[in-house]
């Protein structure tokens, strides 16, 4: 049923990583966060696969990575070009799409400028516009990985996106993060980094037409519960589902958000 594979597509614009995994007749398509910048998808088929197993019977699912070499000041909105470009590669079009944190904010523009690509759109722990929140994490984040401390990066990610409950047990495990994946460069990072300040869609999120789901964490120390409020606010008939005391890293803690997920993809219509 998992039917795992790793792929690397070229491009015109360059080489992209992707996996692969499902056998589901519907094809649901993940967009991962800023993390990418650290280390793509390369590999990791067969452990996403099992983390997310519960969509392999009805979905095929693909997981894309942003293109291996970013150039400097590449914004979300290229990023999804990029992603359009993959999907036309790949024959994919009118997907399920599932954007996390900055994989969101790609998904937002992929929906407004490629509309017939989207059927659903499931927008998690993202914003449309900066905020003073956001902002004062990328400039710590940026900081850290000039320094070229992987470990600091992953501490300090650990610290926000996780609820007090997680963050005691997860800071048993602390003595490991950073011990292993550690980029020769930091550049596809910072590069992500600086195009989450960057990203603006809000006066453009009315366009999006595909029905809409909105998923955040009150307790966001990354984004905000309210980036996502106001995303919901401007997507025309957008469902917007709040966790309760949870933060940026809900799609890993709460345990029924892949049936959320799984749920609202499966409206689509054959």
Request: hydrophobic share 40%; glycine share 10%; net charge positive.
């Given at each position: 049923?998992?039917?795992?594979?790793?792929?690397?597509?070229?491009?015109?614009?360059?080489?992209?990583?992707?996996?692969?995994?499902?056998?589901?007749?519907?094809?649901?398509?993940?967009?991962?966060?800023?993390?990418?910048?650290?280390?793509?998808?390369?590999?990791?088929?067969?452990?996403?696969?099992?983390?997310?197993?519960?969509?392999?019977?009805?979905?095929?699912?693909?997981?894309?990575?942003?293109?291996?070499?970013?150039?400097?000041?590449?914004?979300?909105?290229d990023m999804a070009e990029d992603v359009s470009l993959a999907l036309e590669a790949?024959?994919?079009?009118?997907?399920?799409?599932v954007g996390v944190s900055q994989g969101g904010m790609i998904a937002q523009w992929?929906?407004?400028?490629?509309?017939?690509?989207?059927?659903?759109?499931?927008?998690?722990?993202?914003?449309?516009?900066?905020?003073?929140?956001?902002?004062?994490?990328?400039?710590?984040?940026?900081?850290?990985?000039?320094?070229?401390?992987?470990?600091?990066?992953?501490?300090?990610?650990?610290?926000?996106?996780?609820?007090?409950?997680?963050?005691?047990?997860?800071?048993?495990?602390?003595?490991?993060?950073?011990?292993?994946?550690?980029?020769?460069?930091?550049?596809?990072?910072?590069?992500?980094?600086?195009?989450?300040?960057?990203?603006?869609?809000?006066?453009?999120?009315?366009?999006?037409?595909?029905?809409?789901?909105?998923?955040?964490?009150?307790?966001?120390?990354?984004?905000?519960?309210?980036?996502?409020?106001?995303?919901?606010?401007?997507?025309?008939?957008?469902?917007?589902?709040?966790?309760?005391?949870?933060?940026?890293?809900?799609?890993?803690?709460?345990?029924?958000?892949?049936?959320?997920?799984?749920?609202?993809?499966?409206?689509?219509?054959?």
């Open positions: 049923m998992l039917h795992a594979k790793n792929g690397r597509l070229t491009l015109s614009i360059g080489e992209m990583d992707y996996i692969r995994f499902g056998s589901g007749s519907r094809t649901l398509v993940m967009l991962p966060g800023v993390g990418d910048g650290l280390k793509t998808v390369r590999g990791m088929a067969l452990p996403f696969a099992l983390m997310y197993r519960k969509l392999s019977r009805d979905f095929t699912v693909y997981v894309f990575s942003r293109r291996v070499r970013l150039a400097t000041g590449m914004t979300t909105r790949l024959g994919l079009s009118g997907v399920c799409l992929l929906a407004i400028d490629h509309p017939d690509k989207v059927g659903r759109l499931i927008l998690t722990v993202t914003l449309s516009r900066p905020n003073p929140t956001v902002r004062d994490v990328i400039s710590r984040w940026s900081d850290i990985a000039q320094r070229g401390d992987y470990r600091g990066i992953m501490l300090d990610t650990a610290e926000r996106s996780y609820s007090k409950k997680r963050l005691k047990k997860a800071r048993l495990s602390y003595r490991f993060l950073g011990s292993f994946g550690k980029p020769k460069s930091f550049d596809r990072f910072l590069i992500q980094a600086a195009s989450c300040v960057s990203h603006d869609t809000y006066e453009l999120l009315p366009r999006i037409s595909c029905p809409t789901l909105v998923i955040g964490g009150t307790d966001d120390r990354i984004v905000t519960g309210e980036a996502s409020r106001e995303i919901a606010c401007q997507i025309p008939g957008a469902t917007l589902y709040m966790y309760e005391g949870l933060g940026h890293g809900l799609y890993e803690e709460a345990t029924d958000f892949l049936d959320r997920v799984r749920e609202f993809c499966l409206w689509i219509r054959e």
